[in-house]
């Protein structure tokens, strides 16, 4: 994983809905694989760059990922 991998992933969740972006989205924006993609996703949100939640309807087991913290220009950081 590398620097560009994040800002990829950061630009595409800057673009996302605001009710978030799955993994499986963030793949087609990105264009990265998903051993890259979820290694990254998964630092970020350990980091706290980012979060995410798992939702089971209408697709069971799908995870949304949002930014948090000042990288979310409208909303207010979401405590842990």
Known sequence: MTAAHEDRILDA???APKDGVSGAELAKTTGLWSDPLYVALARMEHDRR???????DPC??????HLTGPLVATS???PF
């Open 13 to 15: 969740l800057k673009a």
């Open 50 to 56: 980012i979060r995410s939640e798992w939702l089971n």
């Open 60 to 65: 069971p087991g799908r995870r949304l990922y």
């Open 76 to 78: 207010s950081p979401v």
